[in-house]
């Protein structure tokens, strides 16, 4: 199916090759249940799935409970798997903010749902994984936001520097099920299996005590939700290499690379044309648009320079929202338990934003964050003379510790006196074990590979 068009070009019609090629593959995949019920298979997605954790769904039993459930009615749930009995349940609907405002529709299906949706994900993802686009980079194994970044910013390199940014409009809400289904069918003889992915699409959505039945959308938390996706969005990858166009998508994410503001104004109009009449897909025209690469906000990042990664600005600008967060002199927590979960933050943030150029934004970073740390600490003194004593026993002169005590400004104008720099300076916050982002970048990230 490799490198097989879909459609002819400019029409509707579905190539009589595609379609024969199709018709072969059908004939080799007839029995994909008994693969996908298989002990291996089951015991490897048992193992998956429990690995994952996750929250409990509608029937209320955990991820802890699945192994001994598992060990007792597998021999039952193969049964009812083989002869198309097996009923699946609710999806548990959870609503989970989104940065940029609004929220994300998150479905939870019950662990023995997991069980069997990572199932048939492992037996699937062999048939179609092959054939996916290699700029396709979102759920596959081998490929990743590393080598997907690293190919848009190759783009940049080669003097493509207008970039189509296209948002599809919630797009696992919006998925097509007839347009899927037919998607699959083509290549899927199983009858049986192509009957039990019916019913996942079709399960309802238990939120608030009401029970909304879907007619379209895969709500994401479905182990089998990322694969079918990918089957879906596979159409517009092959069209767009079709069209010689160079893009990286992962997952929704897609952005187009073109020479000229002219020809990325061009592809705007004819791609959005393909995903809306064609896929049946909307796309958000107040997120998508022609970015420039230092514009750009994709995975978080930015292109700058001759094609260098950056940070973009909404990632800097979530990054100090949440460490302003942690660091509120309300919480009520001790500076050991704050500093712990600084840390835990930063250094998670700093794994995944490793390749960004951002030294001089990291150092801003560091010292405002310090700032933060220096106002806390001092309102934890509470009194005048709590603030005396510790800063003395930081070794600050008695007469210049009650000189900041005393004073009438705020905490956060306290936190920026000589007095307060002097007895929290570099040395103290090493004590405290505090993750510096600045040094560490700088000395293990940006270190040349030795020779």
Known sequence: MKGTDVY????????????????????????????????????????????NKGSAGVDGMSVEELRDWFSSHHKELTRQLKVGSYRTNQIRGVKIPKPKGGYRQLGIPTVKDRLVQQGVHQILEKVYDPTFSKFSYGFRKGKGTESCLQQACSYVKEGYRYIVDIDLASFFDEVNHDRLLWTLEQRIGDRLLLQLICKFLKSGILEGGLNSQRRKGTPQGSPLSPLLSNIVLDELDKELERRGLRFVRYADDLIIFTRSRKASKRVMGSVTRFIEERMKLKVNKDKSGIRVPYELNFLGHSIVGKGELGLSKPSLYRLKSKLKEKTKRNRGISLDQMVKELNLLMRGWLNYFKGAKMKSKLKAIMSWLRRRIRCFRLKQCKR????????????????????????????????????????????????????????????????????
Request: proline residues 4%; contains cysteine.
């Open 384 to 451: 005048a003379i709590g603030i005396v004593r510790f800063l003395k026993k930081l070794k600050v002169p008695e007469w210049r510790s009650w000189l900041l005590a005393l004073s009438s400004k705020g905490w956060f104008h306290k936190s920026c006196t000589p007095q307060a720099h002097e007895a929290m300076n570099y040395d103290w916050f090493t004590s405290i074990g505090l993750f510096d982002l600045y040094t560490y970048y700088c000395s293990k990230l940006m270190k040349p590979p030795s020779t």
């Open 8 to 51: 002819c070009a400019g029409s509707r019609r579905v190539r009589e090759e595609w379609l024969s090629r199709c018709r072969e593959e059908r004939a080799l995949t007839s029995d994909l249940l008994s693969e996908v019920t298989s002990l291996g298979n089951l015991s490897a997605s048992l193992k998956r799935v429990i690995s």
